[in-house]
């Protein structure tokens, strides 16, 4: 079991930063992916980007990229998501999760264990 506690999030005005960070417990950190998603009302979960388990391996999705970077550091147990130049639409409920999926896993039910979430805004 392992169990994903998010924090970093807050209101911020465009074109601003954030730096979500992802505390996970258990002594396998390592061997997960991890990932971040984002949610808004009414919406499906949105992949944002993914790191494999060494950092080796990063992916973003097309409407984040080149303004967000992930990174982990596993003897803190963390992975980060670096936000800049943020955008109204970037909006919402941002979540991590842990995969133990080889590849690169952008869909919901490829990862195994989720966090509480935490609430981004971007205001215009």
């Known amino acids: 079991q392992v169990q994903l506690v998010e924090s970093g999030g807050g209101l911020v005005q465009a074109g601003g930063s954030l730096r979500l960070s992802c505390t996970a417990s258990g002594r396998t950190f390592s061997s997960y992916a991890m990932g971040w998603f984002r949610q808004t009302p009414g919406k499906e979960r949105e992949f944002v980007s993914g790191?494999?388990?060494?950092?080796?391996?990063?992916w973003y999705a097309d409407s984040v990229k080149g303004r967000f970077s992930i990174s982990r550091d596993n003897a803190k147990n963390t992975v980060y998501l670096q936000m800049n130049s943020l955008k109204p639409e970037d909006t919402a409920v941002y979540y991590c999760?842990?995969?133990?999926?080889?590849?690169?896993?952008?869909?919901?039910?490829?990862?195994?264990?989720w966090g509480q979430g935490t609430q981004v805004t971007v205001s215009s």
């Open positions: 999760a842990a995969s133990t999926r080889r590849g690169y896993p952008t869909l919901g039910y490829e990862y195994d264990y």
């Open positions: 790191i494999s388990g060494s950092g080796g391996r990063v």
